[in-house]
């Protein structure tokens, strides 16, 4: 088949572009009523994350291009972020959008929506048809090289491939549901028209389905692999632009035809069931739109694509409770995320430094794909769709912060640019017969040995050499009707000879024809080579990462036994100490009641004492004022007796006399030694009425002893 090979971006370029940096739009998730938000609006551009650490409650301003509230609908969000990027689109440019965010924060619902409240996707869509739907070129005029680029057959191969049933197996480029008359427009159309449509083109739409699950790329448009998905590999095209090689690309007529891809795609996307939401997206995802517009006169030709990047949520597995196959996810959906990071944060350090280390594209299949819009050409914008409840507050930091470095990151500014195409006109071969025609359609995969034959015989009805050899028989008698035998043998061997020269240059044609294809086919066989090789490559990585992944499993769930055992065994200790320790406590407290009941008694022993002892010195006190008594009247009597005796004459003998009478024994004599009372319990208390011991004291010191 003979066709203009054209490329779609020609990245010769002497000037240095112009540089822009990545916009950041911010989507706040409506939050249940009965939730706490952690995020305060200060401006339609900044917001305030308040989070509460050890230290304290911390808050910090994030500013974006742009922030939606809650209550911005799908419309607002498309018009503003995503319709500059379809515009580009028709224009020939590359735009990239992703969709960054924690678990369950609505990056599918920006990026999808639902059928009634369509999202970014099927509004792309849908404007795209309502504005180009009236200069779309013949199905198949324009097809993918299978190289990244596209090629322009003429309009008889159009109309054969049109015809041919194709084998979407081999041929890498299908037609849904041929003609697509009976695919339905699942999605409401608002009748969004773009402006910048250029009516003297011809434009073709092409979507291809991606998906990046464990760090491996799927084409989630692949028939031909059945129920499980094959592994795609990362190929870098002539200009060193990345693409998913072999990946189906469909060209689509509606927006109807479109959504039946994405229903397709999507059935094949790895969703799961997880604490935090009930569908999680466990892949990343690529829906990619490539507009190709060829100029009516089929010199030229522009190609621009819009990739639409669903990211699965990065998630913390504390949170989540994932366990086997999603945890595994889990662990790889975060992996990629930090290798996005790594390598935007490298790119800021090296436009900020003017330095030049290397961005680590290659640590994982999601930086390796979209490298291309950081290096390259394309316009690329991120959404970061954040959950503003309390509980997601630790995770929205850390996306908050990423997104905020990422504003810092620059990229080249999209450029369109029509490349020329070199056009041949077709080869005598591929005009020759619709069944020719359709064998030259065909790669040579497809070719069955019945097709085989059929050409074979193609081949051999196409050579003749020429008119037959008449018979010669010289008739001697008649000279003359020799001469015409000679004259017809002399046309038929001129007729041959041309036939053979015909026949030669034909032969030489189909040779260089056979060769050019025998080269195609070797080349195919060659990168199919490479590919199987890559692809073995893959597999024994996949294989060792899975064997070291169960070991590391089995090596976990040993260690998580050993620590379920110590941690019960910790338990029965805790428990035991605990009983120990309540035993304890209530002997104390019997301890302390007998020391309290004793304390009492003790207490109302003194009193006792201190009463009795109180009436004894009563007693002794009235006796020895008594006894005072006595004595001071004796006394008196005595010296009476003395002062009389003196006056009267009396002698000394009776003056001794009554003095001794006065010293009589039995007469109480005032002591000045301590005395001592006898108490109840029969012990002898010392009895210091001068200073006496205060009880409470003793009592005191009895217990501080104790
Ligand atoms: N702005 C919004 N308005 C209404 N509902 C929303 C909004 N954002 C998200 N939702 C709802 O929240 C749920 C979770 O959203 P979605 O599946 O889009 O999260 P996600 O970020 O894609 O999660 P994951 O990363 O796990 O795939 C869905 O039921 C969705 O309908």
């Known amino acids: 088949m003979d066709a203009n090979k054209c490329s779609s971006l020609n990245s010769e370029s002497c000037s240095v572009p112009s540089k822009d940096p990545v916009q950041v739009f911010c989507r706040l998730r409506t939050l249940p009523e009965e939730c706490q938000s952690c995020i305060k609006l200060l401006s339609p551009t900044t917001l305030t994350l308040t989070a509460s650490s050890k230290t304290g409650r911390k808050e910090c301003n994030y500013v974006f291009k742009h922030i939606f509230t809650s209550y911005a609908g799908q419309r607002e969000v498309f018009q503003h972020i995503a319709l500059p990027l379809l515009e580009d689109l028709v224009n ?3 735009g990239l959008l992703f969709t960054y965010g924690v678990t369950g924060s609505g990056k599918t619902y920006t990026l999808t929506g639902e059928p009634s409240m369509p999202g970014i996707m099927p509004r792309c869509i849908n404007t795209l048809f309502n504005s180009i739907a009236d200069y779309q070129a013949q199905k198949l005029l324009i097809k993918s090289d299978r190289t990244n680029g596209f090629e322009v057959q003429g309009e008889n191969d159009a109309l054969e491939d049109r015809l041919v049933p194709i084998k979407t197996s081999t041929t890498k480029m299908k037609t849904v549901k041929r ?7 699942i999605y409401e159309n608002d009748g969004t028209k773009l402006r910048c449509v250029n009516e003297n083109n011809l434009y073709a739409v092409f979507i291809s389905y ?3 699950y464990n760090n491996t790329v799927y084409d989630l448009l692949d028939e031909t692999a059945g129920k499980v998905l094959q592994a795609k590999i990362i190929r870098e095209d002539s200009q060193k632009r990345m693409y998913v090689n072999g990946v189906v690309e469909v060209e ?8 039946e891809l994405f229903c397709i795609g999507q059935k094949r996307k790895r969703t799961g069931h997880t604490i935090l939401n009930a569908e999680s997206s466990r892949s990343h995802s690529a829906f990619n739109i490539r507009v190709v517009q060829l100029q009516k006169d089929r ?3 522009m190609v621009g694509q819009l990739s639409l990047v669903d990211l699965a949520g990065s998630e913390r597995c504390s949170r989540t409770q994932n366990t086997g196959m999603r ?7 975060n992996n990629s995320l930090m290798s996005l990071r790594t390598c935007l944060e490298i790119l800021r350090e090296n436009q900020l430094n003017d330095a030049n280390k290397l961005v680590p594209y290659r640590d994982s299949r999601l930086t390796l794909l979209f490298k291309n819009y950081f290096e390259g050409e394309g316009n690329v914008r991120m959404i970061v769709c954040i959950n503003p409840s309390i509980k997601d507050c630790e995770e929205n930091l850390q996306v908050l912060k990423f997104a905020e470095m990422t504003q810092d990151v620059k990229t ?16 005598k071969t591929t005009k020759q017969t619709p069944s020719t025609q359709s064998l030259s359609s065909q790669t040579p995969s497809t070719r069955t040995p019945s097709t085989q034959t059929s050409a074979t015989s193609q081949v051999k009805k196409a050579i003749s050499f020429g008119p037959k050899i008449p018979s010669v028989e010289l008739n001697m008698e008649n000279p003359q009707e020799n001469v015409m035998v000679l004259d017809s043998l002399m046309k038929a061997l001129h007729a041959r000879r041309e036939k053979r020269e015909q026949n030669r240059q034909e032969l030489a044609m189909r040779e260089q024809h056979f060769r050019k294809r025998l080269v195609h086919i070797h080349q195919d066989s060659v990168l199919t080579k490479s590919e199987i090789r890559s692809l073995k490559a893959l597999l024994r990585k996949e294989k060792q990462t899975n064997r070291n992944l169960n070991t590391k499993i089995t090596d976990l769930e040993t260690s998580n036994e050993k620590l379920s055992a110590n941690n019960k065994e910790l338990q029965d200790t805790i428990h035991t100490l605990q009983n120990t320790i309540d035993e304890k406590n209530l002997k104390i407290n019997q301890i302390r009641l007998e020391r309290e009941k004793v304390r009492q008694k003790l207490i109302l022993q003194s009193e006792q004492m201190k009463q009795e002892l109180d009436e004894r010195l009563c007693e002794q006190r009235a006796r020895l004022q008594a006894a005072i008594l006595v004595k001071q009247t004796k006394i008196q009597r005595a010296k009476e007796i003395l002062e009389s005796g003196t006056m009267s004459g009396c002698g000394s003998e009776q003056q001794v006399k ?4 006065m010293a009589t024994p039995g007469t109480p004599v005032a002591a000045t030694r301590h005395r001592r009372s006898l108490s109840d319990s029969e012990v002898w208390l010392k009895y210091n009425a001068i200073n006496p011991h205060c009880i409470a004291t003793i009592h005191e010191e009895e217990e501080e002893s104790d």
């Open 92 to 94: 020939g440019k590359n």
């Open 179 to 185: 003609g697509g008359g009976d695919a339905k427009n």
């Open 210 to 212: 991606t998906e990046i």
């Open 252 to 259: 689509v007529k509606s927006a109807a035809e479109a959504f």
């Open 299 to 301: 010199s030229h030709l």
């Open 327 to 333: 945890l595994k996810e889990a662990s790889s959906i």
């Open 412 to 427: 080249p500014k999209a450029e369109s640019r029509y490349a020329p195409s070199k056009y041949k006109t077709p080869s």
């Open 658 to 661: 009554i003095v001794q009478e």
